[in-house]
């Protein structure tokens, strides 16, 4: 399964801390890295990419979209 780098940006130092312990008990590799602004953090996780969005139940489709 192919991956790509996800990141979340604008975080506090206590947001970032909890987003990466939580990546890390999942077993994801995770970067955390100080932004343009001091106070706040990248985090970035290494998660697998999917390769089409969801399908939509049949129930839910209008027949005006086709």
Not at 15 to 27: C, M
């Amino acid at each position: 399964m192919k991956k790509s780098w996800f990141t979340h940006t604008g975080l506090t130092t206590e947001e970032a801390n909890e987003l990466v312990a939580r990546y890390k008990s999942k077993g994801v590799p995770v970067e955390k890295s100080l932004d343009i602004d001091p106070r706040l953090w990248i985090v970035s996780a290494l998660l697998p990419q999917q390769k089409s969005s969801a399908k939509t139940a049949q129930s839910m489709r209008s027949r005006a979209w086709g």
